[in-house]
T-cell receptor, first 113, second 117 residues
Framework: GQQLNQSPQSMFIQEGEDVSMNCTSS?????WLWYKQDPGEGPVLLIA?????ELTSNGRLTAQFGITRKDSFLNISASIPSDVGIYFC?????????????FGRGTQLTVWP | EAGVAQSPRYKIIEKRQSVAFWCNPI?????LYWYQQILGQGPKLLIQ????????DSQLPKDRFSAERLKGVDSTLKIQPAKLEDSAVYLC???????????????FGPGTRLTVL
């Protein structure tokens, strides 16, 4: 299957700091998505990206679809305690079965007050 | 709008036993997915249904896992017999439209945490 490398694996930051995480793939993706997962819950979609070079914001979150189609990043500005959780990137590859998403291993974010 | 419902939330069984999970997708969603999420990893697709037909089950261990979606609404995922390595969270997701990019907007349920002893 297609491999997604997500980094960093974990981050410990202070409230108010900005956060950046990224995801790279060995294959080209048609779509990149970023999810957040809280303990005991399923992933929740944060941002969806559908075009190479696309830059999309959702409140304090900003994500970009890399020009090469093999990478994406997510930025969180002015972090707050409720940003704590695991962030996953996910991609859908060209020619793959419609709907199948490939997920990264996640970035565990901890925010200190 | 009600989200994706799953039950049970937790299940503990011994190896070689059987277990079943249930999922009720968001009303009107034609596509339903079952994912397996092992601790410390991202979800991995097991099977995808469109209405009551299987679209993709290439990653489903068919010797022990089975799934069905009768009437194109609810779905059950079964493991028989379970192995230690099946310990994971089993997530169900649904999406509204196939054939378009909106198909990628999958909504997940809370998951069932399975522990195999």
């Amino acid at each position: 299957g297609q491999q997604l490398n997500q980094s960093p694996q974990s981050m410990f930051i202070q409230e108010g700091e900005d956060v950046s995480m990224n995801c790279t793939s060995s294959s080209i993706f048609n779509t990149w998505l970023w999810y957040k997962q809280d303990p005991g819950e399923g992933p929740v979609l944060l941002i969806a990206l559908y075009k190479a070079g696309e830059l999309t914001s959702n409140g304090r979150l900003t994500a970009q679809f890399g020009i090469t189609r093999k990478d994406s990043f997510l930025n969180i500005s002015a972090s707050i305690p409720s940003d704590v959780g695991i962030y996953f990137c996910a991609g859908q590859g060209r020619g793959s079965t419609l709907g199948r998403l490939y997920f990264g291993r996640g970035t565990q974010l901890t925010v200190w007050p | 709008e009600a989200g994706v419902a799953q039950s049970p939330r937790y299940k503990i069984i011994e190896k070689r036993q059987s277990v079943a999970f249930w999922c009720n997708p968001i009303s009107g969603h034609a596509t339903l997915y079952w994912y397996q999420q092992i601790l410390g990893q991202g979800p991995k697709l097991l099977i995808q249904f469109q209405n009551n037909g299987v679209v993709d089950d290439s990653q489903l261990p068919k010797d022990r896992f089975s799934a069905e979606r009768l009437k194109g609404v609810d779905s059950t995922l079964k493991i028989q017999p379970a192995k230690l390595e099946d310990s994971a969270v089993y997530l169900c997701a649904s999406s509204a439209i196939t054939g378009t990019r909106r198909n990628n907007e999958q909504f997940f349920g809370p998951g069932t945490r399975l522990t195999v002893l």
